[in-house]
């Protein structure tokens, strides 16, 4: 599986990562080659097999549904790059 | 007791003394302090050292240990993987995206320490975010071997293994998401465990890949992993996969043996390319189980492991993708404070404080979940993880434990493989399928050679915790490997 410029920098845009021209480069071929080698899973017949989601098999954890503390405002807030009138502050999402 | 001699002691030792008021935990954890001031230099295992509220936390033990009051774990200096939210102590992941986070909570393992008046010293190094092999993805600085400074300690806790076989703590806590805890242990010449999926709670771990982490501990001898699990297994409602079974002590069977004991062998796991003075050195350990009672079954087969590497690089970055999505740059971490939008706000602040190895991850993990490639790829590797587990499963009836390297060489040199990620990936074909499978294994001392550490993987089936420190113990009372120290020279 070849990695192209176009599908690397396509992937970057899907998980919001900025990359350099030289990352999109080295990704390319990094993660061409990181992909041929799953090729092997090809091998194995997973014709009727059940996709495993986890190692345990619990299921449905569910919990009283009983009000509690949360942590206080200025707590969670001390770590906020910006921060205005006790809310998270972020660029202008429209123009 | 000079204090070069205190920061070696165990944690079973340091106990007797403390609760004999032979030392006191103020003594203890002022010798590991002056220990790491004096090695810090040569070996970067530490991150953050936290001496003041650790003397702190020291005086509170001590005044509880006058009072009587004392816990197995009340008074020793640990080291944590900077992976742990550790309330007022920064957690950096190793990473710029969280240089200067400073969480507003401990995670659950860290409450369990503090409720028995444990010292915490500080955060150790890691791989960011707990992704790679070796140490040398840090976005600070990598951690060198103690047995050879031109050596990786092995990865991701490789400043917990690091720190402890340089006896900069008594103790540490580790992560281990596909050998991040064993491997380092292997390399370092000291005894990690990583517990069955579900045995320890993960709130306030730092997720990578939640469906395959796990915290245990590394430690100085066999003994000392049963009591740090004590401490820090169980149930844990604020984590959904927790499991609600009774935590037995797991000091309880140490003793009993391993006479008539079935351990197999799997041949798939003594690889091509091994090197020979490792499978040497497991043969000999091998030997020593057999003298010591149990019955080594050569026939075991687990044909699938082949597989697992692929299927590990696809499960987990997937996994990373998502959860490593959370890192905006508007809640807490690094933010680049030069954009025009919100959307390149989030590129620039994931181009700048994630480093090479996280966006390697990130995009192939995003790569395996995007439109048209998620059944390729994501979805076959959670079916060969049924087929890896069904195949274990089947291995159990037959075998109380498995017995295999932790990895096919010993340390390898710093920046040896730092620039191939395939080669790097290749380091933990050994211990990847046990997170796979969700089981318990534990690395333990094996030998040399050329100075540098063997490790011995003993795998169980879930929730055999103890059955793999009963036989690592008759292994450790057999053989002094554990008992060796690094000269730090170099």
Redesign the interface.
């Known amino acids: 599986m070849k990695?192209d410029r176009d599908q690397?920098q396509h992937?970057?845009w899907?998980?919001?990562?900025?990359?350099?021209e030289a990352?999109i480069e080295k990704?390319s071929l990094?993660?061409s080659?990181?992909?041929d080698?799953?090729e092997?899973?090809n091998?194995?017949d997973?014709s009727n097999?059940?996709?495993?989601?986890?190692?345990?098999y619990?299921q449905n954890?569910f919990?009283e549904d009983e009000a509690a503390n949360s942590?206080?405002q200025a707590?969670?807030l001390?770590?906020?790059?910006?921060e205005d009138e006790s809310c998270?502050k972020?660029?202008?999402?429209l123009? | 007791m000079p204090s070069n001699r205190l920061c070696q002691l165990t944690i079973r030792q340091a106990h007797e003394l403390l609760k004999h008021r032979e030392i006191s935990s103020v003594e203890l954890t002022r010798a590991a302090l002056e220990r790491i001031a004096d090695v810090e230099n040569r070996i970067h295992a530490c991150l953050t050292i936290a001496e003041e509220t650790a003397l702190r936390q020291a005086k509170e033990a001590d005044s509880h240990i006058r009072d009587g009051n004392i816990a197995p774990l009340t008074g020793i200096p640990a080291l944590i993987k900077d992976v742990m939210c550790t309330k007022g102590i920064r957690t950096t992941c190793a990473s710029k995206m969280l240089e200067n986070?400073?969480p507003?909570?401990d995670a659950r393992v860290i409450e369990k320490l503090k409720v028995q008046k444990a010292v915490i010293l500080g955060k150790t190094n890691m791989d960011e975010f707990a992704m790679g092999s070796s140490n040398e993805h840090s976005a600070f600085f990598p951690t060198h071997n103690p047995w050879d400074l031109s050596c990786v300690p092995g990865g991701s806790s490789g400043g917990s293994a690091a720190g402890v076989a340089a006896d900069e703590a008594i103790y540490a806590l580790g992560s281990d998401t596909g050998g991040s805890i064993r491997l380092p242990a292997g390399f370092c010449n000291v005894v990690g465990l990583k517990p069955?999926?579900?045995r320890v709670s993960r709130f306030g771990l730092v997720a990578f890949a939640s469906?395959?982490d796990q915290i245990g501990p590394l430690t100085k001898d066999v003994t000392d992993s049963a009591w740090v699990m004590n401490a820090i297994a169980g149930f844990d409602?604020r984590d959904?996969?927790s499991?609600p079974y009774p935590v037995p002590d797991y000091t309880g069977q140490l003793i009993s043996g391993i006479k008539g004991m079935r351990i197999g062998i799997p041949k798939e796991y003594f690889v091509e390319g091994m090197q020979s003075e490792v499978r040497e050195a497991l043969g000999v350990a091998i030997r020593k189980l057999e003298e010591l009672g149990a019955e080594i079954d050569w026939e075991v087969s687990l044909p699938?492991t082949?597989?697992a590497?692929?299927?590990y690089?696809?499960l987990a970055p997937s996994e990373a993708?998502a959860n490593l999505?959370r890192y905006?740059?508007?809640?807490?971490?690094?933010?680049y404070p030069n954009?025009?939008?919100?959307?390149?706000?989030?590129?620039?602040t994931?181009?700048?404080g994630?480093g090479?190895e996280v966006?390697?991850r990130?995009?192939?993990g995003?790569?395996a979940l995007?439109a048209g490639y998620y059944d390729a790829?994501y979805?076959?590797?959670?079916?060969?993880?049924?087929?890896i587990?069904q195949e274990f499963d089947r291995v159990f009836e037959r075998c109380d434990a498995l017995v295999t390297p932790i990895s096919p060489t010993a340390a390898f040199k710093i920046g040896e493989k730092v620039d191939d990620?395939?080669q790097m990936?290749l380091t933990d074909v050994c211990t990847l399928p046990i997170?796979?499978?969700?089981?318990p294994a534990i690395s333990i001392p094996a030998g040399f050679c050329n100075n540098l550490p063997i490790g011995m993987q003993i795998i169980g089936k879930?929730f055999s915790e103890e059955i793999l420190l009963r036989i690592a113990f008759a292994y450790e009372q057999a053989t002094d490997w554990h008992k060796r120290k690094p000269a730090i020279t170099g």
């Not at chain 2, 997170?435 to 089981?439: D, E, H, K, L, V």
């Open positions: 990695l690397v992937i970057a899907l998980a919001r990562l900025g990359l350099t990352e990704f990094q993660l080659d990181i992909l080698n799953f092997i899973l091998e194995v997973t097999v059940t996709p495993a989601t986890q190692a345990v619990l954890v919990r942590y206080p707590d969670i001390a770590n906020a790059p910006e998270f972020v660029k202008a999402i123009e | 986070f400073v507003p909570y069955t999926y579900g469906s395959l409602s959904s996969t499991v699938h082949k597989y590497l692929a299927a690089y696809i993708s999505a905006d740059g508007v809640k807490y971490g690094f933010s954009a025009n939008n919100v959307i390149q706000a989030i590129e620039k994931r181009q700048f994630f090479p966006k390697r990130i995009m192939l995003t790569y995007s790829y979805v076959k590797a959670q079916k060969v993880r049924t087929l587990k990620p395939l990936y997170n796979i499978a969700g089981i879930p």
